[in-house]
């Protein structure tokens, strides 16, 4: 069945698109929608101008989009959470955590929804999150993520290798004991032997 679409169906077409579609998907989806009609002369005219018109508007969300962009591109954000001696958080922070902060630095409401964040973070540390302003504009933000009592991943990485060096000067000082111990004890069984000699 042919129609013409009147708004945009993600993974099928977009506005003013023509397309052949399954009569199924067509009277059962499409059509009680609003979101296609068939493809008559009058809809396609209709259907085109409706295209043009919304490529303009989109236009104009987009240029208004864009300067939020540059106002957010690489802005820092701060997030604290509980977080354990390995920087493992006890919790997550997630896209409604994200938005709460984009919001404010915008001085609006931001929706969650906006905020791509393929799984909640976990761990304490840097993480470059994009959020999206229209379906064409985004805008990445740098959300570091601290402990409630200010702990950073830079701390934790800094304790495990201070950590992982006293461990090592630990190793090294009972190595040379042990050396030391047994230069002793070779050097009391060479006397014991010029003893038995004499």
Not at 60 to 73: C, G, I
Not at 116 to 132: N, R
Not at 185 to 193: F, N, Q, R, S, V
Request: avoid cysteine; charged fraction near 30%; aromatic fraction near 4%.
């Amino acid at each position: 069945m042919k129609v013409v679409f009147l708004e945009d169906v993600a993974g099928t077409a977009k506005i003013g698109d023509i397309k052949d579609v399954k009569p199924g998907f067509a009277r059962n989806y499409l059509l009680p929608r609003r979101l296609a009609m068939p493809a008559t002369a009058s809809i396609v005219k209709s259907a085109e101008a409706r295209a043009v018109r919304e490529a303009r508007l989109q236009d104009a969300r987009d240029r208004d989009a864009q300067a939020v962009a540059n106002r957010l591109d690489g802005q820092a954000i701060t997030i604290s959470a509980r977080a354990g001696s390995t920087g493992k958080l006890f919790g997550s922070v997630g896209t409604a955590d994200i938005a709460e902060k984009v919001g404010g630095i915008l001085n609006t409401e931001f929706d969650r929804h906006n905020v791509v964040l393929h799984e909640p973070l976990k761990e304490l540390g840097d993480h470059a999150v994009v959020v999206k302003l229209t379906k064409n504009v985004s805008a990445t933000v740098n959300v570091s993520v601290i402990g409630e009592d200010g702990t950073t991943a830079a701390d934790i990485k800094t304790r495990a290798e201070g950590g992982g060096r006293a461990k090592k000067l630990e190793a090294e000082a009972s190595e040379e004991t042990d050396e030391s111990a047994g230069s002793d004890e070779y050097a009391a069984e060479e006397a014991g032997e010029k003893a038995d000699e004499e």
